[in-house]
């Protein structure tokens, strides 16, 4: 399972190093792509497409809503080749939409890793912290209107 929080340095040529806790579960090839809120989001090969089918729910008919899914995480994925340190370069593309340089936060999320720009992701927990008591009550409203 993919879990914890580290930092990492990113470097010019946007160069950085996987967390070693992730890289054998990620695997050999794992895949990046765009993720919510202005993050990007590596699984494993053998994650992608179960992701996937979570976020379109499998549908048969492919609907706008499943096309646009498809368009904003498939059309930016890329196959990841980490050297043998466990470094990666991050495409440009993906760089720029998560505006990231200088300091990464990698999060470990069960059954993939969110990459954060260090400063958003600081940001976005602070938020969380505060409101994680009505997450969890909205969460449990939720699932009892099932």
């Known amino acids: 399972m993919l879990i914890g929080q580290y930092k990492a340095v990113i470097n010019l040529k946007r160069r950085v190093a996987i967390p070693s806790k992730f890289r054998k579960e990620l695997g050999e090839n794992p895949i990046i792509s765009r993720w919510y809120e202005g993050c990007l989001v590596i699984v494993s090969r ?37 050297d043998w340190q466990g470094r990666v370069v991050i495409p440009k593309s993906l760089a720029e939409y998560t505006n990231l340089k200088d300091e990464t936060t990698f999060l470990g999320l069960g059954d993939r890793v969110e990459v954060w720009n260090r400063a958003s992701w600081d940001t976005r927990e602070k938020l969380i912290a505060k409101k994680a008591g009505e997450l969890i009550e909205k969460i449990s409203k939720d699932e009892k209107g099932r």
Do not use: N
Not at 48 to 67: F, H
């Open 46 to 82: 053998e994650s992608w497409k179960a992701l996937l089918e979570r976020l379109t729910g499998a549908r048969s008919k492919v609907t706008e809503p499943v096309r646009d899914t498809d368009r904003f995480i498939l059309g930016s994925a890329y196959e990841l080749e980490p």
